[in-house]
């Protein structure tokens, strides 16, 4: 996702605002951005995390804000997209719509796997510089729970949830996930009792689903064809960088592709899959290098490469310096090898 996404505010989301005591001007005006974006609702991912941080500042405290909109937001008012989720069939056919549709909705996607008794969703950012504000990760796992909640009308509970930024008031939110909560994780993540997604949900509307789904489908293809086969593959390569490096068997798969129509489609776009890996890791070490916290080690095993002179080797390609002298002249401070 580039700079020049756009994003749609649901008009529902005003209103769940203002059911808790928030009205929209506020919230603008504390995110600096114009009123009139009420009545025109196309902003800049820049532009939506900072109305979400706007939020957060208002309420004061971040759990507080999570439980106060998840639970208060009526059905009534979801978009069309999350609105087919709460009319599906069950609570794993509700995860694997909103995972879909999320799609149609950045700046984040959602990852589901069910392995043994458990079944994890881990919130990614389709933009890796630009994470999403604290407040903004809470609400959208949290309401994936409220989702099975209230679409089974069964008080489920999570297994454990993580976070990687602070949440505010830690025991509200072990209260209302009804599980343990860790800070300071490498991710955001929601562990479910796999057991739950089995349960139906009494709001299920197969009619209803059929005038949906193919619009939404529909709207999500003539997308995912808008958005070009570049960008596409540097923002799978970007989710698979850690330790490893990714084949294009691999990312074509993930597309839905043999590996030779992923060949041809790049060369019809002027590039090449080894081009744009060494594109991404070159991105990716700067974005990496940029975090003091991060040691030289550390960025060469988070852009796949297994040992460390291997990645100076190609830091030296890229930029003409070493990677803790880029830092030092970047950051201003020194830093570890």
């Keep these: 996702m580039t700079s020049h996404t756009r994003i749609k505010i649901p008009a529902g989301f ?32 820049g532009q939506y995390f900072a109305i979400w941080q706007a939020y957060s500042d208002l309420i004061d405290d971040t759990a507080k804000g999570i439980i106060k909109l998840t639970t208060s937001f009526e059905t009534a008012h979801y978009p069309p997209a999350v609105l087919a989720t709460y009319h599906a069939r069950d609570y794993r056919d509700a995860l694997k719509r909103m995972a879909r549709f999320k799609q149609m909705c950045p700046p984040e996607s959602l990852r589901i796997t069910e392995e043994g008794e458990l079944c994890t969703i881990e919130l990614e950012w389709l933009d890796t510089e630009q994470p999403g504000p604290p407040l903004l990760v809470g609400i959208t796992l949290a309401f994936l729970l409220e989702l099975g909640r209230r679409g089974t009308g069964q008080p489920l509970t999570a297994r454990f949830v993580e976070f990687s930024d602070s949440m505010g008031d830690v025991q509200a939110l072990e209260a209302y996930f009804g599980c343990g909560i860790r800070i300071g994780a490498n991710c955001n993540r929601l562990k479910l009792h796999r057991r739950d997604l089995d349960r139906p949900f009494v709001s299920y509307n197969a009619e209803l689903l059929e005038i949906l789904t193919p619009v939404l489908d529909q709207s999500l293809d003539e997308q995912e064809r808008q958005r070009s086969i570049t960008e596409m593959v540097k923002w799978i390569m970007k989710r698979s960088l850690t330790g490893g490096r990714p084949d294009i068997q691999t990312v074509a798969s993930e597309l839905g592709m043999s590996d030779r129509t992923l060949q041809r489609r790049l060369t019809d776009d002027g590039t090449s899959f080894k081009h744009l890996l060494t594109q991404v890791r070159h991105e990716q070490a700067r974005e990496y290098l940029a975090d003091p916290s991060l040691d030289i080690k550390e960025v060469a095993f988070l852009i796949g490469y297994e040992d460390q002179n291997s990645f100076y080797r190609a830091f030296r390609l890229w930029e003409g310096d070493t990677p803790s002298n880029w830092r030092t002249e970047h950051l201003g401070t020194n830093s570890i090898n």
């Design 14 to 45: 005003w209103a769940g605002l203002s059911q808790i005591g928030i009205a929209a001007h506020e919230v603008l005006r504390k995110a600096r951005l114009p009123l009139t974006i009420i009545t025109e609702p196309i902003v800049t991912t």
